[in-house]
């Protein structure tokens, strides 16, 4: 039997039987979950509809994640997985989710903001302890990347606060 992801073999609304009037079709399979680990690259590909491909990461340990105030973004080692929205059974398992030369028209603009710019003292703080909080956005067990976002703001705050409710218990 496959994981199957049709509904004629459930119960109807009312709570009567639903007679199955033809057998499993190909357009109705499902496959089972990627369950993105952090560990070194291992990447498969899965042919699909159309004759297209999917990038099934199983293992990752980089990704490109930008800091969104900062409007720069970094291919950066991740570390560890420490909260999950989906799932908290998944966060113990750590499953997941440039350097270009600039013209100095540009890098005078560039310089110019890095005098003004204000970093919020959660960021700086966790620049002291040399990590980040960051959001994978990407789909790994569909393209096979991890990329995401540096958290800041009320998000930050947001997930912060669960982590420390983690811990506490």
Same mark, same amino acid.
């Given at each position: 039997?496959?994981?199957?992801?049709?509904?004629?073999? @459930? =119960? =109807?609304?009312? %709570?009567?039987?639903?007679?199955?009037?033809?057998? @499993?079709?190909?357009?109705?399979? &499902?496959?089972?979950? #990627?369950?993105?680990? $952090? &560990?070194? +690259?291992?990447?498969?590909?899965?042919?699909?509809?159309? %004759?297209?491909?999917?990038?099934? #990461?199983?293992?990752?340990?980089? %990704?490109?994640? !930008?800091? &969104?105030?900062?409007?720069?973004? +970094? /291919?950066? +080692?991740?570390?560890?997985?420490?909260?999950? #929205?989906?799932?908290?059974?998944?966060?113990?398992?750590?499953?997941?989710?440039?350097?270009?030369?600039?013209?100095?028209?540009?890098? /005078? *603009?560039?310089?110019?903001?890095? @005098?003004? #710019? *204000? $970093? !919020?003292?959660?960021?700086?703080?966790?620049?002291?302890? &040399?990590?980040?909080?960051?959001? $994978?956005? !990407?789909?790994?067990?569909q393209c096979g990347r991890a990329d995401g976002y540096?958290?800041?703001?009320?998000?930050?705050?947001?997930?912060? =606060? *669960?982590?420390?409710?983690?811990?506490? /218990?």
């Open positions: 039997m496959g994981i199957s992801r049709d509904n004629w073999h @459930k =119960r =109807r609304k009312t %709570g009567g039987k639903r007679k199955p009037y033809h057998k @499993k079709r190909k357009y109705e399979l &499902g496959r089972p979950p #990627a369950n993105t680990k $952090i &560990g070194p +690259r291992r990447i498969h590909t899965v042919r699909v509809r159309g %004759g297209n491909k999917k990038y099934r #990461a199983l293992r990752l340990d980089v %990704g490109n994640f !930008s800091w &969104g105030s900062e409007c720069c973004t +970094r /291919k950066t +080692r991740i570390i560890d997985v420490v909260y999950n #929205a989906s799932n908290n059974e998944l966060t113990p398992e750590e499953e997941e989710v440039m350097n270009k030369k600039r013209s100095k028209r540009t890098q /005078k *603009k560039y310089d110019e903001r890095k @005098k003004t #710019a *204000k $970093i !919020s003292p959660l960021l700086e703080e966790q620049f002291q302890q &040399g990590k980040l909080l960051a959001c $994978i956005a !990407s789909r790994p067990g540096v958290l800041e703001g009320k998000e930050l705050e947001f997930y912060l =606060r *669960k982590i420390k409710a983690k811990k506490g /218990k």
